[in-house]
């Protein structure tokens, strides 16, 4: 109980987590999290509530799985950690590496290089893009394209793709000759809300940008097959095939960024195979140890990966690398997890509870005042918060109604997450009827007791 005490009244004083931690106060003290078992996770209050944000999009095989625990003791038993560099590796990570390759055999993912968070998998794609058009010859490629509302970390790379300005602003001047296009994102798009002239509206957006570019200029897209912490955005069907294509025609790498996508959130093993598109480089991280450990990893395909081994004699060596890369404990963690998503096929269960959770949320769309639009893909759901169903205002979030109305669902036994004008829901993988209905009825009492108070 004294050390109980100590986090409450200590709680934000010394920690520093500028995204956060300065909203909070007296009044907004912090949730403190002590336990967690499949799920659900229990705050230091004893409340026992159902996880529906999994962590942050990343607890995909639930917590304190005893699978994934006795993985890392036993590893730690071995060695916790020995570097991958000067020659040397660690069994886990070889194995991991093998293991990633298997998952990803039908995208021809040949080589994967591990860090240690989201950030770092992007960040070596980016570099990896560009060094793979030295490696080849065409070193004049350099610039990347990507989308409005993609997010992809915070890196000095992440930062230059990412598209809200507000990640970016504090951090100026980032890299050059990144350009970002308009999102195919039906609910708000300045072209059409029928879905294949908007995919065709942002399509030829892209291709007019690498012909005012030049093709020779551009390295890669980069994006999310479905976009997460910009607002749960799904795009049309057509979409990833389109983009794919386009990119063919001018030769330009698509890097996905599956790090909220990959091992099953959308309901397939990876975000752009439940497109049927094949990208050449992934992001992976989060669902990959299911945060059990801290891990990135970045995937190439045979194309972009054989470019190294048929060159490296000539180029030398890589630049890039951390002293994390290929951690034992942690690549031993991700072993188990990933054993998990097969085996209980995490990507089937995310489809199949994901459509039950949008299901069960669309009828506030009809039923709450401030509810604009419920939509989802897998274990990735999004309440579009407005101000003005009409005019599908996004609600301010400096006014607190959203923060207000997750308030009101903790009470109902659900942590949501509220994230500017929208509450996305991104429960662990392993979640089953009950806590979805659990979610659903806490979300609708709250959207409830909102409009009585109105
Ligand atoms: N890419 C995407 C798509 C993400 O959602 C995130 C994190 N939410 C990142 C990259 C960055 O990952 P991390 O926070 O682990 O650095």
Not at 115 to 130: I, P, Q
Not at 220 to 226: C, L, T
Not at 409 to 416: C, D, K, L, M, S
Request: net charge negative; charged share 20%; glycine share 10%.
């Amino acid at each position: 109980l004294d050390r109980d005490n100590f986090l409450r009244a200590e709680n934000t004083r010394h920690q520093f987590h500028p995204m956060t931690h300065p909203m909070m106060s007296a009044e907004h003290p912090p949730q403190i999290i002590t336990h967690g078992d499949g799920c659900y996770v229990t705050d230091l209050d004893g409340n026992r509530l159902v996880d529906g944000v999994g962590g942050l999009w990343n607890v995909n095989v639930g917590h304190n799985r005893a699978e994934v625990k006795q993985a890392i003791v036993e590893q730690m038993d071995r060695i916790s950690y020995y570097s991958s560099f000067s020659g040397s590796a660690t069994a886990p990570s070889i194995e991991l590496s093998a293991k990633v390759c298997e998952m990803a055999a039908e995208e021809e993912i040949t080589k994967v290089m591990f860090s240690a968070n989201g950030s770092d998998a992007v960040e070596t794609a980016l570099k990896l893009a560009r060094q793979y058009w030295h490696l080849v010859g065409q070193p004049t490629r350099t610039k990347f394209l990507s989308l409005k509302q993609g997010y992809h970390g915070v890196h000095f790379g992440g930062l230059s793709v990412n598209g809200a300005p507000y990640y970016r602003n504090a951090y100026e001047p980032l890299l050059g000759g990144c350009f970002q296009i308009d999102s195919p994102w039906t609910y708000r798009n300045p072209y059409s809300e029928d879905p294949e002239e908007l995919a065709d509206a942002v399509i030829t957006q892209i291709e007019r940008t690498i012909q005012a570019q030049g093709s020779q200029t551009v390295a890669a897209f980069i994006a999310e097959p479905v976009q997460g912490a910009g607002g749960v955005i799904v795009p049309p069907a057509s979409f990833w095939p389109k983009l794919r294509a386009v990119l063919d025609k001018y030769e330009v790498l698509l890097i996905s960024d599956e790090v909220v996508t990959g091992f099953g959130r959308s309901g397939s093993m990876f975000g752009a195979r439940g497109w049927g598109v094949k990208p050449d480089i992934m992001c992976l991280a989060k669902g990959i140890s299911s945060g059990y450990v801290p891990l990135g990893a970045t995937a190439l395909n045979k194309r972009v990966a054989d470019a190294w081994y048929k060159e490296f004699s000539e180029t030398g060596i890589i630049m890039h690398g951390y002293t994390s890369t290929g951690h034992p404990v942690g690549c031993a963690a991700a072993l188990a997890c990933l054993d998990i998503v097969e085996q209980e096929d995490l990507p089937g269960n995310a489809a199949k509870m994901g459509a039950r959770l949008l299901e069960g949320l669309k009828p506030l769309a009809e039923r709450c005042s401030i509810v604009g639009e419920v939509r989802g893909k897998g274990l990735m759901v999004g309440l579009d918060m407005v101000s003005d169903k009409d005019a599908r205002s996004p609600m301010d979030p400096g006014n607190g109604i959203v923060e207000r109305i997750a308030g009101y669902a903790r009470e109902e036994g659900a942590i949501v997450r509220p994230a500017g004008s929208v509450i996305i829901l991104s429960p662990p993988l392993v979640i089953q009827e009950p806590e979805i209905d659990i979610i659903v009825d806490a979300l609708t009492k709250a959207c409830d007791r909102y409009d009585a108070e109105q």
